[in-house]
């Protein structure tokens, strides 16, 4: 089942409670997948744009003299392969790399997002392992791996445990510390900037 019919299954059995004898609008299904498959159906957080702006200048002006001086940034979700054309809709320059093809063939420094890691392509979901040992497979040569995710279980321990090193994005500041314990945490991504220059 390709993420068209996955969600046309969730969006009729989701409004068919409160649907006439006629059923769903003939509309409903297409129009809901149209919208939430570009930036109409999102919003990015204030400091997106402006991290991925500093990102850009940092790449621009380093001399290979930073451990994040070519930095390869990947997105992976346990979402579907609406993902990369959302993310470029919303204003950032994603990279066609993907599991299962030529990671060389599709890398381009200025970038954004050089690749997103979708579970649907790789087969495993967050906060399975196999998920980023994939995404380590695709990078070859690198020696540090840094996860960014809002999700204590599924993005921040799932990384450490793939031997990942992990920051929690906070933004709510919805975790304890005795859920997180002394591990790193920012609440917006311009303090991972300041933390990687």
Sequence with gaps: MNPS????????????PFSSENGLPERLVPDLLTHFSSAA?????PDVLPFFKSLRQMKSASHGDSAWSEPI?????????RVPSILSSLGLQVGLWRHG?????????????NFVILSYDV???KPDSEIFDTTKQMVPGRARF????????????AAKRAGWEGILLDREVENSQENVGPSPRITNLQELASRIY
């Design 5 to 16: 019919q996955w969600w046309s299954n969730i969006i009729h059995a989701t409004f068919r």
């Design 101 to 113: 093809c030529n990671s060389q063939a599709s890398f381009k420094a200025e970038d954004d997002i």
């Design 73 to 81: 940034v990947g997105v992976i979700t346990n979402s579907d392969d």
């Design 123 to 125: 087969g495993f979901e």
């Design 41 to 45: 159906g999102y919003r990015l957080y």
């Design 146 to 157: 840094l996860h960014i995710g809002d999700d204590l279980q599924n993005d921040f321990f």
